[in-house]
């Protein structure tokens, strides 16, 4: 198929974009690396009468250390952050989630910001950035604002994000020396949606940590506080001591029916939680996906 008619934008700066939003209320969609909208218009799942392709907005395009944190323009792409142009929060943590999403030319265009906007369960920075304690910029005709992950993403496909407002960017806290990440995703092939998303952040100096849950055809289950898949407590060797049980407990209460569903998940996750603790006494590159 191809797309209905609309018509095509492309503002040079953030205020010409928001202006042509509110020209247009309820009409229209911004458009950074196309690689989830392009799609969609052309099975006409989506049938706006105006596109905003923001990707030629050069404030969007850039990423940067603001304090503690590193603020990724949503036009950043994935290969931005996987080939280093874009700084990590942490030692090839952000550039190891990059190189796994799909193929490389979806990665030359496709965008950190889109990604998230686009909200699907599958989405590898939808997860990867909920483990990562990140938060959303967004900016509309009152000003700008911030959410979290959680907050953002309301359901499947589904943001916060009002008709006249563009996300413009992500900010991800800079991890602490001693903290560790894991991140592996269940898919059958190369570039397949995943069918499970594990990803941990575990710091064992300060005994703390975050878990989540991805590709559950709903907002990723966050656990914030990850001691309860560990007995209770982060140990320095922490992997030893996760919890199969309390996980599949934390994804029943999250209304996984499915016992099998919820053990491949539950094992997806062991896997990240043994990925981080490797990567304690290891500067590798693992792979982060999991085979079927």
């Given at each position: 198929m191809k797309p209905a008619r609309f018509a095509l934008e492309r503002p040079?700066?953030?205020?010409?974009?928001?202006?042509?939003?509110?020209?247009?209320?309820?009409?229209?969609?911004?458009m950074a690396g196309g690689q989830s909208l392009g799609p969609m218009l052309n099975l006409r799942l989506a049938e706006p009468e105006l596109i905003v392709d923001v990707s030629g907005v050069a404030e969007l395009r850039h990423a940067g250390r603001d304090g503690d944190a590193i603020v990724y323009g949503c036009c950043v792409t994935h290969a931005d952050i996987e080939d280093g142009r874009a700084p990590d929060v942490g030692p090839n943590v952000m550039a190891r989630v990059a190189s796994g999403i799909a193929y490389r030319a979806v990665r030359n265009r496709g965008t950190i910001g889109g990604s998230l906007a686009?909200?699907?369960?599958?989405?590898?920075?939808?997860?990867?950035?909920?483990?990562?304690?990140?938060?959303?910029?967004?900016?509309?005709?009152?000003?700008?604002?911030?959410l979290t992950l959680p907050a953002f993403v309301t359901g499947a496909l589904s943001t916060a994000l009002a008709a006249d407002e563009i996300l413009v960017g992500v900010r991800v806290p800079v991890m602490n020396p001693s903290s560790r990440f894991g991140y592996v995703k269940h898919c059958r092939k190369v570039g397949e949606f995943a069918h499970a998303i594990g990803a941990v952040l575990i710091d064992p100096e300060t005994a703390t940590g975050r878990a989540?849950?991805?590709a559950v055809e709903a907002p990723p289950v966050v656990v914030d506080d990850a001691r309860v898949l560990f007995g209770g407590r982060i140990r320095p060797a922490f992997a030893a001591d996760f919890d199969a049980p309390a996980a599949d407990?934390?994804?029943?209460?999250?209304?996984?029916?499915?016992?099998?569903?919820?053990?491949?998940?539950?094992?997806?996750?062991?896997?990240?939680?043994?990925?981080?603790?490797?990567?304690?006494?290891s500067p590798s590159r693992p792979d982060v996906r999991s085979a079927a």
């Open positions: 040079r700066d953030l205020a010409a974009a928001l202006a042509l939003l509110a020209q247009t209320p309820g009409a229209a969609k911004v686009h909200a699907d369960p599958a989405a590898d920075w939808l997860s990867s950035l909920s483990a990562l304690g990140a938060e959303v910029e967004i900016a509309g005709p009152s000003g700008r604002r911030r989540v849950f991805g407990g934390a994804l029943a209460r999250a209304g996984m029916a499915d016992a099998v569903d919820r053990h491949i998940h539950v094992e997806v996750l062991r896997r990240a939680a043994a990925q981080a603790y490797a990567l304690l006494g």
